[in-house]
C-alpha cells in the first residue's frame, strides 16, 4: 500500500494542476476582457469629453468681454460729447 500513496498523490497533483490552470486561464481570459471593456469606456468618454469641450469653446467665442465694453463706453462718450455740443450751440444761437 505505500507504493500506491506516491502514485495516488502523483494523480491528485495532476488534477490539481489540471485546475488550477483552467482557473488560472480564466482568470486572464476575463482580465482580457475587463481590459477591453474599460478600453472602449475610454474611447467613449474622450469622445464625450471633446464634445464638451467643443460646446464650452462655442459658448464663450461671443461673449461680451471687458474689450467690447470699452468700445460700447467709448462710443456712448462720444455720443454724449456730440449732442452736449449741439445743445451749446442751441444755447449760444439763443
Known amino acids: 500500500m505505500e507504493e500506491d500513496t506516491p502514485m495516488k498523490l502523483g ?14 486561464l ?3 481570459i476575463w482580465i482580457a476582457s475587463s481590459v477591453n471593456g474599460l478600453q472602449q469606456s475610454v474611447a467613449v468618454l474622450e469622445v464625450q469629453v471633446k464634445a464638451t469641450n ?8 461671443n461673449r461680451f468681454d471687458s474689450n467690447d465694453a470699452a468700445a460700447q463706453l467709448e462710443i456712448r462718450d462720444l455720443k454724449i460729447d456730440r449732442l452736449e455740443d449741439r445743445v451749446d450751440r442751441l444755447e449760444d444761437s439763443n
Request: aromatic share 0%; net charge negative.
Open 11 to 24: 494523480l491528485i497533483e495532476n488534477h490539481l494542476q489540471t485546475i488550477l490552470t483552467g482557473l488560472l
Open 26 to 28: 480564466a482568470g486572464v
Open 54 to 61: 467643443e460646446k464650452i469653446t462655442q459658448g464663450t467665442q
